[in-house]
């Protein structure tokens, strides 16, 4: 069975660097299959896709967070981590990892299927 | 960007009735339209993939059509333990975004 695990500091200050890893068990990250990805909400709103990884390290990043995303893989430990740099207190979230069906038609396409339970990350002093 | 319009925020039901929630795209996604259940404190579950297909062990009484840029989301008759917040999804050259979210309660 399919587990993903969030890891990480919940608590992290203003303009520091929010960093989370995600181990996966029960299944290889080096699955052609699929991608591998971040998602947050913050409390009391809706979802936002923060980025993927494939295993080979190409990545898909969301263009709203600019520069401050670097989403990470390390096939030996099956595990991929992010780093949001910069933080504020609107990054304050609960942040699933999720792994991405991966399949190509006329062009790359995925979507996301088994989730993390998350973590919630406060930004404050 | 492609932009995701989902309707209404938020439904209240009856037992037993059909609901039915749609999601607008700002342009034509083809068939690339996914749909997430979410109840509180939980995970998002995915219950349909590629605008009309079953995920696997999600009841029948769930279902989804649409292609192109308007989708349909229906729970033929719902249910206490349907309860929760639903979300669709579409997928622009591997970036993805989500609808606001529709909230179900029951009556």
């Known amino acids: 069975q399919l587990q993903l695990q969030e890891s990480g500091p919940g608590l992290v200050k203003p303009s520091e660097t929010l960093s989370l890893t995600c181990t996966v068990s029960g299944g290889s990250i080096s699955s052609s299959s699929y991608y591998w990805g971040w998602i947050r909400q913050p409390p009391g709103k809706g979802l936002e896709w923060i980025g993927s990884i494939y295993y080979s390290g190409s990545t898909y990043n969301n263009p709203s967070l600019k520069s401050r995303v670097t989403i990470s893989v390390d096939t030996s430990k099956n595990q991929f981590s992010l780093k949001l740099s910069s933080v504020t207190a609107a990054d304050t979230a609960v942040y699933y990892c999720?792994?991405?069906?991966?399949?190509?038609?006329?062009?790359?396409?995925?979507?996301?299927?088994?989730w993390g339970q998350g973590t919630l990350v406060t930004v404050s002093s | 960007d492609i932009q995701m319009t989902q309707s209404p925020s938020s439904l209240s039901a009856s037992v037993g009735d059909r609901v039915t929630i749609t999601c607008q795209a700002s342009?034509?996604?083809?068939?690339?339209l996914n749909w997430y259940q979410q109840k509180p404190g939980k995970a998002p579950k995915l219950l349909i993939y590629d605008a009309s297909n079953l995920e696997t062990g999600v009841p029948s009484r769930f279902s989804g059509s649409g292609s192109g840029t308007d989708f349909t989301f229906t729970i033929s008759s719902l249910q206490p333990e349907d309860i929760g917040t639903y979300y669709c999804?579409?997928?622009?050259?591997?970036?993805?975004?989500f609808g606001g979210g529709t909230k179900v309660e029951i009556k």
């Open positions: 999804q579409q997928d622009d050259n591997l970036r993805l975004t």
């Open positions: 342009q034509d996604i083809s068939n690339y």
């Open positions: 999720a792994r991405h069906v991966y399949y190509y038609d006329t062009s790359g396409y995925y979507y996301p299927d088994y």
